[in-house]
C-alpha cells in the first residue's frame, strides 16, 4: 500500500461516519498530512453542514502548516455554491499547494470543475487514488442522481433449505435471525431513508419497521394496500413515524400517515419508486415478504442483498426469493450488484 493509498483508506473510513445523516448529499472524508503526520481530519457529517473538507481545515491547530501540507479528499472538491460555499475556494484561500482526490465527481455538469480551479490556482493535484473504493462509497448518491431513483437493498432471512416462513394465516412467523443479525437488521433500517413491505407482511407480522436496537433515524415507512385491507390499530399506524401507503381507494385521515393514490392496473413498482424519488428518499430498504421482494428482483430493480443464511431447515413453506446467477455467489451473505463485488467475508466453508 502506498503512501497516498493509507491517507485516502482513512479518508474513506472517516466519510462512513456520515451514512445516516448525510442523504442526499454524498459521504465524503479528508485528511491533512504535514511532514508525514496527520494534522487534520474531517467528513462530511450532515446535509446542509459543512463539508469534508471544511471540517478537516478547521482541525488544524496550527493553520501555518496548511500552506505546506497535502489534503486528501475521497470525492473531488465542489466549485459552486450550494448551502456551503465551494470547498475549492477555501482550499486555494488556504494556500494548501497540494491536494490528493480519489474520485472525480460522478456527473458530466460539474465532474473536473473543482479539479481546474485547482490546477488553475497553480496548485498540485493528483486524482484516481483508490477511485473505485472512492466511487463504491458514493453508490447511493450516483444512483439516486443518475437513475432518478433510490438505491434499492433487498434484505432477507432464509433457512437452510430456501425457505422464508412457514406458510401461515395468522401467528409469529418462524425465526431465522439470530439476536445479532437482529441487532444488524436495525442498524441497516437507520442506514437507509425509507422501508417497504407488502400487505401480508404488515397484516400477519405487524411489524413497527423502526429503529430500536441501534441508534439513529427510524426510515420512513412504506406500506402497499391496494384495497385498505390494513387495520388502523396495526403498528405501522401509530402515527410515530411518517407511512406512505399505496392505495387504490380514499380512506380517512389518519395523524401522520399519507394515502398515495395509485393506479394498480399498470406496475406499481415505478410509481413508488417515482414518489421515493420526489421526496429525496435516497436510499430504500425492502424487507419483504417474498412476493414483493420477488417484484423488485424480476424487475431488476436492486442494487444490493443482504441475505442471513439460518442452520436450520424449514422442509416446506413460503419459498425465498430466486436471484438469477445466485450458484455464483450461494456462499456468501452479501452481495453488492453495482460494482461487482462482495461486501462482506465469505462464510467458512
Not at 394496500?225 to 403498528?235: A, E, T
Request: aromatic share 8%; charged share 25%.
Amino acid at each position: 500500500m502506498t503512501e497516498e493509498e493509507k491517507y485516502m483508506k482513512r479518508c474513506i473510513q472517516l466519510a462512513r461516519n456520515g451514512l445516516c445523516n448525510t442523504p442526499p448529499n454524498p459521504m465524503v472524508g479528508a485528511v491533512i498530512v504535514c511532514d508525514g503526520k496527520i494534522i487534520g481530519e474531517g467528513y462530511h457529517i450532515r446535509s446542509g453542514e459543512a463539508h469534508a473538507e471544511v471540517n478537516a481545515i478547521r482541525s488544524v491547530k496550527e493553520q501555518s502548516l496548511l500552506k505546506r501540507a497535502t489534503i486528501y479528499v475521497s470525492l473531488e472538491p465542489c466549485s459552486h455554491y450550494g448551502k456551503t460555499p465551494p470547498c475549492a475556494d477555501l482550499i486555494i484561500e488556504k494556500e494548501i499547494p497540494r491536494i490528493v482526490i480519489g474520485c472525480q465527481d460522478p456527473f458530466s455538469e460539474v465532474s473536473g470543475r473543482g479539479i481546474r480551479k485547482l490546477k488553475d490556482a497553480g496548485r498540485e493535484v493528483i486524482t484516481g487514488v483508490l477511485e473505485k473504493d472512492c466511487r463504491n462509497l458514493i453508490m447511493r448518491f450516483t444512483t439516486f442522481q443518475i437513475k432518478k431513483r433510490p438505491y434499492i437493498t433487498l434484505k432477507w432471512a432464509e433457512s437452510a433449505d430456501g425457505y422464508i416462513d412457514i406458510k401461515r394465516e395468522n401467528g409469529q412467523p418462524v425465526v431465522l435471525s439470530s439476536a445479532l443479525s437482529s441487532m444488524l437488521t436495525h442498524k441497516r433500517r437507520a442506514e437507509h431513508s425509507a422501508i417497504i413491505v407488502g400487505t401480508n407482511t404488515a397484516i400477519l407480522d405487524n411489524p413497527s419497521l423502526n429503529v430500536r436496537n441501534w441508534y439513529g433515524h427510524s426510515p420512513v415507512r412504506i406500506v402497499i394496500d391496494k384495497k385498505n385491507k390494513l387495520p388502523s390499530k396495526l403498528n405501522l399506524f401509530n402515527s410515530n413515524i411518517l407511512t406512505l401507503v399505496f392505495t387504490e381507494t380514499q380512506h380517512p385521515y389518519i395523524p401522520n400517515i399519507e394515502y398515495i393514490a395509485t393506479d394498480f392496473s399498470r406496475n406499481i413498482l415505478p410509481q413508488i419508486l417515482k414518489v421515493a424519488y420526489s421526496r429525496k428518499f435516497q436510499s430504500l430498504l425492502v424487507e419483504g415478504g417474498a412476493k414483493l421482494l420477488q417484484s423488485f428482483l424480476d424487475q431488476d430493480l436492486w442494487d444490493e442483498i443482504f441475505v442471513e443464511k439460518s442452520s436450520k431447515k424449514l422442509f416446506t413453506g413460503v419459498k425465498a426469493p430466486e436471484i438469477a446467477g445466485k450458484e455464483e455467489y450461494d456462499k456468501l451473505r452479501f452481495f453488492n450488484r453495482e460494482f461487482h463485488h462482495y461486501i462482506a467475508e465469505k462464510e467458512e466453508e
